[in-house]
């Protein structure tokens, strides 16, 4: 609805709200940008101030429209730098974890908490489009990373290549992805990593006793494979497997006498 414009001082009034709509526009903007999209509460209330002024007949409103598009515009632009930023750098790096929950929350603010009341047109992306792709894409990649269907030396080298790549020393991202992720993937990874250690160390602990020794020998290799290409992502591999390959040494030499 127009403000009512009958008094000079609901003029007055309505003109003293809308230019502080105006100086916190900026402040809002960047609170929205540097919490990935999740904190929009005072952005969108200084959007819907500005919108109703532009809707506005009276004559001293008449500036607000062409600040209120100016606005909307910055806003797409900006938006659509970010998502393409984080396209190329999942190109690069599979940061999947990272990268979705963060399209997740601009798509909820879009779709559901009222954003897609200013921005109607103009992103050059779909956003929920582009999360089937990537969760598509995350699929494909873990896929790729799975052990007991392939070749295992080789899905360790995916392994130590994509864990190289996320690593924090080596992680090259621009400077608002930087301050947006939070090395989830990499630490997902990691923990994934950890739990195949133990595993294969309790198997082989186990075939010890069990006197599996094919068993025994397929853990040692996986486990030395792993030491060798993912040892700087994985805390205590070399003690662990020489503590096995120590067990090991110790059972057939007690076999033996």
């Not at 897609?116 to 873990?142: A, M, P, V, Y």
């Not at 070749?151 to 130590?160: G, M, P, S």
Request: charged fraction near 30%; hydrophobic fraction near 35%; include cysteine.
């Amino acid at each position: 609805k127009n403000l009512s414009v009958n008094t000079t001082k609901q003029i007055d009034l309505a003109t003293v709200k809308y230019e502080q709509a105006i100086q916190s526009l900026s402040t809002c903007g960047a609170t929205f940008f540097k919490s990935s999209f999740k904190d929009s509460a005072s952005l969108l209330l200084v959007l819907g101030s500005l919108k109703r002024a532009s809707e506005n007949s009276a004559p001293q409103f008449s500036s607000y429209l062409d600040l209120y598009e100016k606005t909307i515009k910055v806003l797409i632009d900006e938006i659509n730098n970010r998502v393409c930023s984080i396209k190329d750098l999942l190109s690069q790096s599979h940061c999947f974890d990272d990268a979705i929950p963060i399209l997740e929350m601009l798509d909820r603010q879009l779709h559901n908490q009222g954003l897609d009341e200013h921005i109607k047109d103009g992103l050059n992306f779909d956003s929920r489009i582009q999360l089937d792709k990537w969760r598509e894409q995350q699929r494909t990649s873990e896929l790729e990373m799975e052990f007991g269907k392939k070749d295992e030396k080789l899905v360790i080298k995916n392994w130590a290549k994509e864990m190289d790549k996320l690593h924090p020393s080596n992680f090259v991202a621009t400077r608002f992805c930087s301050e947006w992720f939070a090395g989830t993937t990499y630490e997902k990874r990691r923990k994934k990593l950890k739990d195949l250690v133990t595993g294969r160390l309790d198997r082989g602990k186990t075939a010890l006793k069990t006197r599996n020794y094919p068993l025994v020998q397929e853990c040692i290799v996986l486990l030395d494979l792993l030491n060798k290409h993912l040892s700087s992502h994985i805390d205590s591999v070399t003690e662990r497997l020489n503590a096995l390959k120590e067990r090991a040494i110790n059972f057939f030499t007690s076999l033996c006498e």
